[in-house]
Structure formats: C-alpha cells, structure tokens
C-alpha cells in the first residue's frame, strides 16, 4: 500500500464485501442506478457523486447485523426485524465518526424512509427527506426486487419491477425519483434493442 492512497469509503466497502458478497454485488447496481436517476433529475456533478457515495454506503450498517438475520432464508420475526431495520441507524452513526464522510449521516440514515412517512428509523416523509436518499431508496427498492435474495426464491422482471415502483410513488417512493428511474429504465430497454 505504500504510495497509494485508500479512502475511508474504500476501506469500508472493501470490509462489506469480504463480510457480504453478495451485497457487494447489490450496491455496485445501486450506485450505478443512482447515479443514472441524479443525472436525470439534472443534479449537479458535486449532488451526482453525493448520491453515488450515499449509494455506495447505504447498506454499511449491515457490517453490524448477524449473519443469522442477513442470510436467513425465510421472513424476518419481528425482533430480528428491528435489528435489520437498525442498520441505517448504525450506518449513518459509523459515517458520523469519520471526518470525511461525515457529511453522509443524515442521508445514509434515511435510505429506508419513504415518501409517505411510514418508513424508518425516523417516518421523515416527502422533503423532510434528503433528495440523496429518495434518490438511493427507489434504486435499493428496485434492484432488490430484480435480484436473488436469500429470503425469496423468486425475482420480477425488469418490466414488472418498473410497473411496481410506477405503482408505489407517492407512497413509498419519491414521485420525482421514481418517474426518473423508470424513465432510465426505459432508455436502457430502448437502447439494448437497437445494439
């Protein structure tokens, strides 16, 4: 390592992926989603690479869960639940206590609160929630839904993984966030039938 320089972000990323592999594959498609969805919405260079860094640590908290909650193949109890649920908590206070990143707190801790304000840890709701999170909220949403989990056999396809976040913005999601994405989506889909 001597003459190179490794982040903070990099070395916390690089400890989820040898703990979680599988989410490491999960948050390289969110961050590239995200970014797609920020340019859409026209954020700046500076509020893009936000939104990619809050895209890139959303699930760090994780690091603190029990291998027996995040691998567990059926649905959560209510108590194992909770802990899952604390990761954003746990996230955003770990990013809290390292200068450089300490700007992210507050929107990795938000990345599970949904637009209408029934999300958590803090039912923050519409504006009250960062635009970073909303942005990484319908991301995480979607590809969770289009991807394997250990807690479902099965997957949606692209199409209908775009029909349920067109279905839930507003309620869950952001309008704005979700009208992006599906609209990234939809020029992916375009642009994989012309190539």
């Known amino acids: 390592m001597h003459g190179s320089h490794v982040s903070e972000q990099e070395v916390l990323l690089a400890a989820l992926e040898a703990r979680d592999p599988g989410t490491s594959r999960h948050t390289r498609g ?21 939104v990619a860094q809050v895209a890139a640590l959303h699930d760090i908290g994780k690091l603190a869960t029990p291998d027996a909650i995040l691998n ?19 996230g955003g206070e770990l990013l809290g206590c390292i200068p450089s990143l300490a700007h992210l707190e507050r929107p990795v801790r938000a990345t599970h609160e949904r637009w ?8 923050l709701a519409r504006t009250m929630i960062p635009l970073a ?48 994405l599906v609209a990234v989506l939809a020029f992916e889909r375009e642009a994989s039938l012309v190539s």
């Open 133 to 180: 999170s909303r942005i990484v909220f319908v991301c995480d949403a979607y590809d969770a839904m289009t991807s394997p989990r250990p807690y479902r056999a099965s997957i949606l396809g692209k199409g209908a993984a775009a029909n349920e976040i067109r279905r839930c913005a507003g309620t869950q999601f952001c309008p704005r966030s979700a009208e992006a």
């Open 116 to 123: 209408d304000g029934t999300g958590y840890p803090d039912r």
């Open 30 to 50: 969110v961050i590239d989603l995200s970014e797609r969805v920020a340019i859409r919405l026209g954020l700046p260079d500076k509020g893009v690479a936000e």
């Open 72 to 90: 567990k193949t059926g649905v959560l109890d209510e108590s194992e639940r909770a802990i899952m649920q604390a990761h954003t908590i746990l």
